[in-house]
């Protein structure tokens, strides 16, 4: 099947002209067509698009860049001219939104030629950590039906697991790219805040949104990376910063490159099978070449209270723009402006984002703002502070990316602080605005996927790229697939 290849793969047999895109994306298609009845990993398909587009670039024949006739899936926030993009909330399904532009993102991929071949689902505006506030419904997880794919980025995550595409765009806010590659057996790069533009990505919350990749190798994050990242003038918080040859310079060794394994995330209440894929990926690296070393991050336990005030926040101030007056839902004959908003509001917007702009609103409401927000963003710092000390003694640290494998659906909806504190172990990196690399190290005995988490300092991608590939070359975890 030509949908399981990887990029690095396929663009060797596109070059030589042993397959064509259009070859390429028709397998992308049937493979579709074939498993997401069971997957719910599509929420738009672009079909008739990816074709025209494939064969426009089969015609032309030029295959230089990696990407070129390349098909992908984007989670479903990401804006493209002429495409519904709904961030799976009703108040964008309703009445359709389609964006009239790009988002940088897409633009630089449709620049190389890469394909899109539609929409991934997601978690409404991203916030969750399995899929399961979806407008469309819950995405499955490909290796247990019965299981979530994770979250928010769980439809690209589980649509690359199960070879739906070559790869699929992401979004990680506090761990939506690095959780869901770890349940769902993929590669998934989180970068420094800054590094990727967020134009014309739905923002969640802007302080720690940032844009990434779920892919099927270390290699292939690398190619993507390399194309999407750098300054955008129509973002000012992106860094004018070289972006450096990922892929050339992951393929250095890792001969005494210095790897801490920080004792705050190796918990008493995690699952011992996921420590134990975790230590034995500190050996796989120590025989590689790498050093191991003890570290301690002291603040690592106030990161999920802290990010659960910052997000929520920054939340509320993002959803203010959808009032349904100039797009999305609408409601018929409304009583007074109040009663408008009021509707629009309480039918669009699904229960967890209400939760979130209800604790949002609350904590930056006057009298109470120096007590949560402002307190948070001083507790963010002393994590961030954590981060500088321990870089100064390692090059990049070794974690798990969630304390348990894949859970069963609906095992936490009806307790939103339980899901909340999955995300412990990957929302720390997110507060510091540093990057972090989801690479497959085990199965549990129940054959779901373990992943690990490798984390750097500020625009520290191509070192991660570097630890992760060595490690992909020295095992084979990455390489199995589920069988659906
Ligand atoms: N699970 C986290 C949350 O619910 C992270 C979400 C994200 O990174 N978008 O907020």
Redesign the pocket.
């Known amino acids: 099947m030509l949908s399981s290849l990887t990029i690095a793969q396929a663009h060797e047999q596109l070059k030589t002209k042993k397959i064509s895109s259009q070859e390429l994306v028709q397998s992308c298609i049937d493979r579709i067509e074939s498993v997401d009845k069971n997957l719910n990993a599509v929420v738009f398909r672009n079909f008739d698009r990816a074709l025209e587009e494939a064969k426009r670039i089969d015609t032309q024949g030029t295959f230089d860049h990696p990407l070129t006739g390349i098909p992908y899936l984007a989670k479903d926030v990401y804006c493209e001219a002429g495409v519904p993009t709904t961030a799976c909330s009703n108040i964008l399904r309703d009445k359709t939104y389609i964006p009239p532009f790009d988002s940088t993102t897409k633009k630089r991929l449709k620049a190389v030629g890469a394909i899109s071949i539609g929409k991934a689902n997601t978690?409404e505006f991203?916030?969750?950590?399995s899929t399961e506030w979806s407008c469309y419904g819950v995405t499955k997880n490909p290796w247990d039906l019965t299981r979530v794919p994770g979250?928010?980025s769980g439809g690209s995550a589980a649509a690359v697991a199960a070879d739906e595409c070559l790869f699929a765009l992401g979004?990680?806010?506090?761990?939506?790219i690095r959780?869901p590659a770890s349940y769902c057996n993929c590669t998934g790069i989180k970068v420094t805040y800054g590094r990727t533009s967020r134009y014309g990505v739905m923002s969640?919350a802007s302080s720690l949104d940032s844009i990434g990749t779920l892919a099927k190798t270390t290699e292939d994050a690398a190619i993507i990376l390399g194309t999407i990242a750098g300054k955008d003038p129509l973002d000012a918080t992106t860094g004018d910063i070289p972006v450096p040859d990922y892929r050339r310079d992951m393929k250095q060794d890792i001969k005494g490159l210095r790897i801490g394994l920080p004792k705050e995330y190796f918990l008493d209440g995690m699952d011992p099978e996921v420590d134990t894929a975790i230590r034995a990926a500190a050996k796989t690296f120590e025989s590689l070449g790498a050093t191991i070393v003890d570290i301690s991050l002291p603040n690592t336990a106030y990161g999920v209270a802290t990010y659960y005030v910052i997000?929520p926040c920054e939340l509320s101030s993002n959803m203010a723009r959808y009032d349904g007056l100039r797009f999305g839902h609408t409601a018929p004959k409304p009583k007074d402006l109040l009663d408008y908003y009021t509707r629009i509001r309480s039918e669009g917007f699904g229960p967890e984002v209400k939760r979130r702009i209800m604790i949002g609103t609350y904590a930056l409401s006057a009298g109470y703002y120096d007590a949560y927000y402002l307190k948070a963003q001083k507790i963010r710092t002393l994590v961030r502070q954590d981060f500088d000390n321990a870089f100064n003694a390692v090059d990049v640290l070794l974690t798990p990316c969630a304390p348990t494998p894949a859970f069963t659906i609906g095992a936490h909806t009806n307790d939103p602080v339980q899901m909340?504190l999955e995300?412990a172990f990957t929302i720390p990196a997110?507060l510091a605005g540093i990057p972090g690399l989801a690479i497959p190290c085990g199965f549990s005995k129940n054959t779901l996927p373990i992943g690990m988490q490798l984390l750097g300092p500020q625009f520290g991608e191509s070192t991660l790229f570097r630890a992760g590939h060595a490690y992909e070359q020295a095992t084979e975890w990455h390489k199995k697939r589920p069988t659906i």
């Open positions: 978690d991203t916030c969750g950590g979250g928010s979004t990680d806010t506090g761990g939506s959780q969640f997000a909340y995300d997110s």
